[in-house]
């Protein structure tokens, strides 16, 4: 055989190269879950749609206090949906490190500057996941009476896996998304997928992953 025998990656080598591929592939497949989840997400309300109560999920804050581009297109899709059918609405967030003050108090501004009462306004300022939003949103919404079906507004990507969670606190939970800013496609959608990912394994393996 002429030129020399090409030299075989040792065995450990090549079960971690295989490994890692695999993994690649089934994150990839978990962002395909995550896009195909989002495609059955509508961004308009259609003019029967009802609910007891409207909860928007938070997002980043800018640091004059005012909601990010994110945060406000979710905020003015709570305000399409709050005028069409006027409902207890609960905004959800603590403050991060970077921003100066609860998410849910920026919120509580913009909706009451955009006519929203402030006695339909309850403010969650101390969650930091979706889990502690819904976690605590229907403990705000105990004291309101027949609150049976939720609408919940966030990003695109992220309705699924909150209405998912609503239904796990016994709600009936329909959702209404926002756009996502393109160049935070990537990351949101990855993050996404792993966030689900630590969902199944809390559900069904009930992992302390919280």
């Not at 259609?46 to 979710?74: E, F, H």
């Not at 403990?139 to 699924?160: A, C, F, G, M, W």
Request: charge should be neutral; charged fraction near 25%; aromatic fraction near 8%.
């Amino acid at each position: 055989m002429s030129g020399k025998r090409r030299k075989k990656l040792p065995l450990l080598l090549r079960v971690l190269l295989k490994l890692i591929a695999l993994g690649i592939l089934c994150f990839a497949g978990m962002v395909a879950f995550v896009c195909i989840q989002e495609g059955n997400v509508p961004n308009d309300l259609t003019s029967d749609a009802r609910y007891d109560a409207i909860i928007v999920l938070g997002a980043q804050v800018k640091p004059d206090g005012t909601p990010s581009v994110q945060l406000s297109w979710r905020l003015d899709k709570a305000v399409t949906a709050y005028e069409q059918h006027p409902v207890p609405v609960v905004v959800c967030g603590a403050q991060g490190g970077d921003e100066p003050m609860p998410e849910a108090q920026a919120m509580r501004s913009y909706l009451e500057e955009r006519g929203i009462p402030a006695e339909d306004i309850l403010e969650d300022p101390d969650s930091f996941n979706t889990r502690q939003n819904l976690t605590n949103a229907q403990k705000l919404l105990s004291s309101r009476e027949n609150i049976q079906r939720v609408l919940i507004v966030t990003s695109d990507y992220h309705v699924p896996r909150s209405m998912a969670l609503a239904r796990d606190l016994g709600y009936d939970a329909a959702g209404l998304g926002s756009p996502c800013k393109p160049e935070y496609w990537l990351k949101n959608h990855a993050r996404e997928a792993l966030a689900w990912i630590k969902y199944w394994g809390m559900k069904y393996l009930h992992l302390p992953l919280d």
